[in-house]
């Protein structure tokens, strides 16, 4: 089955000319396509390629479209914001009003503060944590992603188990052309899902240690969730030692729960760095903690901070993920693809691993379960997955270009579950059929 995309293909051609590697960001096109699909628009859990193919989409724009695509209700609260003016250098009422729900929903939220990206609020969770214990150094973990800026970006997606070094003490591997060397001498870089790593090196260090970073489940590379009592855990061993626990809640952040991963897993951290998912699709982050952490002197600026069109788009996001019974139907979407799935791989005799929590499932074929830490990445056929992605993308079901973590909407339905189930058993079939 092949599907026409001869439009998006001239339309890489001509971004090339103009535009540094054809594309605005580095993740819109995958290493091993020739070229993206261009977007046409977007309505609920479906996206239209300028060729006029229609796709059920699962990549959710890297997580921002909790709502789905174009969403009436949030469109109305961010056209009444154009009208009555987009960015004034104010304060705005509403900000106040983000920011009370924030505090209320939020487990270690007393006070909060904006930023326009991921990146940026985690710079300012370091500097908050250095400015708070007048220590310098940060524990963070290999496969975890922070963002891109060079002391954020350190043993992100080292490309072998032999390029990271020792498991009980890697090297810190730099990710991109043009990052100082410097920028990892205050990172140490542990695997995760080891509290013995983790103790040992607090132990030894514990005067130096500001924070330790952690995605408090590790969405970046393929998904994996903490172990049993580990978060508990680094929770105690943090406070033992006078050193702050960071959740870097970009992706789980009003996804796996209202009040994040903190919420769902019952461990308050003292930092907390939330964007994406919620202002469903605008450009807007923050931080939040104690008042005594985040009054340390720090005084974030940002041109784009907080402003008003964002904060309204926020604002209806929060109203709308709050009603009753989101999160359970979220759940039992993700479980329909999750069964679904793994009933085709006893019925086609595939190993993987399906799992799903809340709005994220994840798909990992030559694995047959969880996974702990960044190292078992390399165990993941990643060239299987590649072959189906390609197929389910023919066929109208759009998953992520890269990797097996997939995020849904509240505009999936049952109906886009049958459709995708559907088309994975098609693709089986055409994989997998000697095994049948
Ligand atoms: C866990 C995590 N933290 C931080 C970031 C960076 O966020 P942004 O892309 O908004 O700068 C990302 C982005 O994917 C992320 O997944």
Redesign the pocket.
Known sequence: MEIHTETSKKLFQEAQQYLVGGVASSLHKAEHEEYPIYASHGKGSRIWDVDGNEYIDYMGS??PSLLGFSHTELNKAVCEQIERGTHFALPTESVNQLSKRLVEIIPCAEVVGYQS????A?LVNFRLARAFTGKSKIIKFEG?????ADE?SISVKPLSLKSMGPRNKPWKCLESAGQLESSSDEIIVLPWNDIEILEKTIKRHKHEIAAVIT?PVM??AEPIKPLPGYLEAMRQLTKDNDILLIF?E??TGFRVALGGAQELYGVTPDLV?F??AFAGGY?I?GVAGSREILQSGVHPAGTFNANPLCVAAAIATLDIIGRPGTYENMQRITDRIKDGVNFLASRYRVNLWCDSQVSIWQLSFGIDGPMREYRDNFKVDKKTYLDFYKRCLDRGVRLHSGRGRFYISTAHTDKDVDKTLQVFEDVFKEMFNNHA
């Open positions: 890297f997580g990206s991921g990146t940026e985690n975890h992603y922070h963002g891109w954020l995605e969405y970046n870097d970009v992706i760095t964007a994406k450009p982050a």
